[in-house]
């Protein structure tokens, strides 16, 4: 497989150093993507770099996934307006493992030839002297050179303070990761956002300055949102990878709806659909877009390499769920998750004890009908139900053994009016 003619077609490459298609034909070539331990989960904006180790993998070199304990302790400025929040140690400790965690859902790490590998820069930053680092590293970067890098002069000619030393110093010290790296495991290939165009190329320039050897780098394009916001923001938040941040539901419905202007280039760069399936899909968009096909073969493909198939089929019975689909097998929380947005009320358990409460009680104290009358004849004409299941009785209660682990009842009027009871 021809790596750099994979990233293209999948629109996958932004820049790449001079040599690097050569290097990558003529052999094995151990390649690294950074990670930051700022949070204990990635979100989808990592996918893109996340699928680039995929397909560094399956063309048969070795993706090395660095995880910034030490970096991560300072703070990458790039991309940022103000500076980072500090992190503990123990906190970078416990978020690295939980990153490594989640790209064992993407790589392999037990292949015969090519096993994915996971290395920490704490463990050779932690045992830096400054007075030699300075010496021995410091005297190859230029100040005036850091000050036109792209992430720094970003920050300077900005209306916030500016940049400080701990963050200014953050190339320094990636840089030297690129050098240890290729000392440890023979590394000779970064990869990155496009915004780490500028560490990625002083690891590379000072590989060269101290121990003589050419290395390379290759960045992906950052992805941005319909209206150019930062792809994997909403309204709630970012879409996390953990099901415990987001759940595998709202993961789900984040790439269902996708628009039609996107969903082919999201298509290209967030799974391992081939050129082929993705034309057929192409041009079932431009011929049947109210099937959303394009968006279907998205939305499982990415929720089933992240949660897993168990995952995807929860959430696809939950996005079912919400337009009238079977219920049962969720639990509360899913019920919390899928109608979170939907109008609610809550009723007292011990007035569902014995034979219950009436349906047409609920309907006009939940606003779903306007008199007992108008709820009896909304019944009649088949138009109410509990729970998904149509009620056909114009008398009919509910108990607390109708609710949801006995704490939610579901009303809907028609195919979308929903409401949700809380039994307290």
Same mark, same amino acid.
């Given at each position: ?49 996340? +699928? ?8 048969? @070199? ?13 703070? &990458? ?10 992190? $503990? ?7 690295? /493992?939980?990153? =490594? ?40 970067? #230029?100040?005036?050179? +850091? ?18 030393? $701990?963050?200014?110093?953050? +190339? ?6 690129? %050098? ?29 300055? +101290? ?21 994997? !923001? $909403? /309204? ?13 539901? =709202? ?32 041009? #079932? ?20 390499? %992240? @949660? ?40 007292? !358990? ?6 219950? !409460? ?31 299941? =149509? ?9 607390? &053994? &109708?609710? %949801?682990?006995? =704490? ?15 039994? %307290?």
């Amino acid at each position: 497989m021809d790596l750099i003619e994979e990233f293209t077609w999948r629109e996958m490459l932004q820049d790449v150093t001079e040599g690097t298609a050569d290097a990558l034909a003529a052999g094995k070539v151990s390649g690294y993507i950074g990670f930051d331990p700022t949070a204990s989960s990635l979100h989808v904006g990592n996918l893109m770099p996340i +699928m680039g180790l995929v397909h560094l993998q399956r063309a048969g @070199h070795t993706p090395i996934i660095l995880t910034g304990g030490g970096t991560g302790l300072i703070g &990458d400025p790039s991309g940022k307006a103000d500076e980072r929040q500090l992190l $503990t140690k123990e906190d970078a400790a416990e978020n690295s /493992a939980a990153i =490594r965690a989640q790209l064992e859902h993407f790589l392999d790490f037990d292949a015969s030839s090519n096993a994915a590998m996971t290395v920490n820069n704490l463990d050779w930053l932690s045992e830096l002297s400054l007075v030699d680092f300075l010496r021995d590293v410091g005297k190859h970067f #230029s100040v005036k050179a +850091m000050m036109n890098k792209e992430s720094v002069r970003r920050r300077l000619e900005g209306e916030d303070s500016g940049i400080t030393f $701990t963050e200014f110093a953050y +190339m320094l010290l990636q840089a030297y990761d690129f %050098v240890e790296l290729n000392e440890r495991v023979g590394c000779t290939l970064q990869m990155g956002g496009s915004d780490q165009w500028g560490n990625i190329t002083a690891g590379i320039d000072l590989l060269r300055r +101290m121990r003589g050897q050419r290395a390379y780098g290759i960045t992906f394009p950052l992805i941005t949102g319909p209206g150019g916001e930062k792809f994997g !923001k $909403t /309204a709630a938040g970012a879409v996390w990878l953990d099901p415990e941040r987001t759940s595998p539901y =709202r993961f789900y419905q984040f790439w269902i709806n996708t628009g039609d202007d996107d969903v082919i280039r999201y298509l290209k760069f967030s799974t391992l659909l081939s050129r082929t399936e993705i034309a057929e899909l192409g041009d #079932s968009l431009e011929s049947n877009p109210q099937e959303r096909a394009a968006q279907r073969a998205l939305a499982e493909n990415v929720t089933r390499a %992240v @949660h897993g198939e168990s995952g995807l089929d929860k959430a696809v019975q939950a996005t079912r769920a919400l337009f009238g689909g079977d219920i049962s097998g969720l639990g509360a929380g899913d019920i919390e998750d899928i109608f979170a947005n939907v109008p609610s009320s809550k009723v007292s !358990k011990s007035d569902l004890e014995g034979e219950g !409460k009436p349906v047409v009680d609920f309907l006009v104290e939940a606003g779903v009908a306007t008199s007992k009358g108008d709820a009896r004849r909304a019944i009649e004409g088949g138009g109410i139900y509990a729970n998904n299941r =149509r009620i056909s009785e114009p008398d009919a209660c509910l108990t607390n &053994d &109708d609710a %949801v682990e006995g =704490r939610y009842l579901i009303l809907r009027k028609g195919k979308k009016r929903y409401h949700v009871v809380e039994v %307290v």
